[in-house]
DNA sequence: TGCGCCATTTACGTTTACGTCAATTCTATA
DNA sequence: TATAGAATTGACGTAAACGTAAATGGCGCA
């Protein structure tokens, strides 16, 4: 029961720094509010992928960070790598149109949505064979005579 | 042009032990008739997939060997790992039903089936987010005016 | 002031299936 | 016999995304 109750009561204390009515989280927070651990948002940091404010050696979460957490999230749904979000993400320029960034993030989207789709046929080849063996294999069971090996070419 | 012919004239040259007609294969054919690399033979082997039989200390693999192969590799299309190709294929007795063998083999294979429909469904929400993403990229493309962040929610 | 909990840093471990040398030997052929 | 082309073993590297452990620090509260 030491818990800052879910993220309200934890903006008020100690600020100095910035003004606005800042939403700061700290790690555990963080952690509980987007599903990944503690060891995940370090490791994130390690990357280069977030750069959270430190109160002393603490971890200070802004409304920015969410925002690159949830576009890191976003991508390692579809599959990109973390140097892929990366990369995408170290081109964004507060002030400009970020057409380079969007370009960018076009081409390895085209890029993954092929390798997506390829996966996808690999693993339908997959499940047709898997499940052509499986029906070999269970009439091999029910005929529970002919003992032959199971792959022929 | 010092190959062995594809196979035909390797057999009958220096066999002692063995005496039905042979088509022992060294590593080098294998490779090429399975389209795996020298490592991955010996890597094999190393983990106890494959055991080749030896002259000196060249490997000669037989028939048997190639049966084995196939099945390593039909296993790694559908996504078993080697331990659990190992696994199924240890429990392969010449003289037998072969039943708990085939059990395994079954069971296995209707959770392997489970996963790669699991994964499928993954691949098909990833490739569907990324269409919604791409499409949003290409209208901020378009509509060269109104810079704003990619995701929002 | 001491307990309990949260946090931090550093570093090594895990998993899978090989790739990539390096050093050396073996073998076949010209 | 020299030499090129196989083949061998051994060891280290790779990729991704963290897990886990250990030692330590700081905070709130009874």
């Known amino acids: 029961m030491k818990l800052i ?50 109160d002393g050696s603490t971890r200070l979460y802004t409304r920015r960070d969410k925002a690159r957490l949830k576009l890191i999230l976003l991508g ?25 960034q969007l370009r960018l993030a076009l081409d390895k989207s085209e890029k993954q949505l092929a390798r997506l789709q390829k996966q996808r046929a690999l693993i339908d080849d997959a499940i047709n064979e898997l499940g052509g063996s499986m029906s070999a294999v269970r009439q091999m069971l029910a005929e529970r005579s002919t003992p032959q090996a199971s792959v022929a070419s």
């Open 5 to 54: 109750s879910a993220g309200e009561t934890a903006a008020n204390t100690n600020n100095a720094s910035v003004e606005v009515g800042e939403d700061l989280s700290r790690i555990g927070e963080m952690a509980k509010k987007y599903g990944v651990t503690l060891r995940t948002l370090r490791f994130y940091e390690d990357k280069g992928l977030l750069h959270p404010q430190r």
């Open 76 to 100: 390692r749904k579809v599959g990109f790598s973390l140097r892929d979000v990366k990369q995408m993400m170290d081109l964004y320029d507060p002030k400009g149109s970020n057409t380079k």
